[in-house]
Nanobody
Framework: VQLQASGGGLVQPGGSLRLSCAASGFTFSAYVMGWVRQAPGKRLEEVSSINSAGGSTTYADSVKGRFTVSRDNDKNTLYLQMNSLKPEDTAVYYC???????????????RGQGTQVTVSS
């Protein structure tokens, strides 16, 4: 399993970023996928998840209405559109593979390399 996140960077509060995750080594279209993040000194937080077909999603309350998860199964790629970014969104973001069926899938340990998102003026 390989998961490579990209698209992070430094952005001002209120700005936007789009993260991408290139997946390989497994049948991407068969799995629930998602994004998790970890800020310094804080525990891992599940940000968003999406079912295998891309028609159902979940979001943490902290990002609801600002972030949008999507996937392209033809390209084996997961996306996270982040709008209205806040300083508290600063973290390393990882794409993650889930096990099990929607809506009860659980987070696996497959997360790959993350991408740093820093929201600061």
């Amino acid at each position: 399993v390989q998961l490579q996140a990209s698209g992070g960077g430094l952005v001002q509060p209120g700005g936007s970023l789009r993260l991408s995750c290139a997946a390989s080594g497994f049948t991407f279209s068969a799995y629930v996928m998602g994004w998790v993040r970890q800020a310094p000194g804080k525990r891992l937080e599940e940000v968003s998840s999406i079912n295998s077909a891309g028609g159902s999603t979940t979001y943490a309350d902290s990002v609801k209405g600002r972030f949008t998860v999507s996937r392209d199964n033809d390209k084996n790629t997961l996306y996270l559109q982040m709008n209205s970014l806040k300083p508290e969104d600063t973290a390393v973001y990882y794409c993650a593979k889930y096990f099990g069926a929607w809506p009860g899938a659980f987070l696996s340990s497959d997360r790959g390399q993350g991408t740093q998102v820093t929201v600061s003026s």
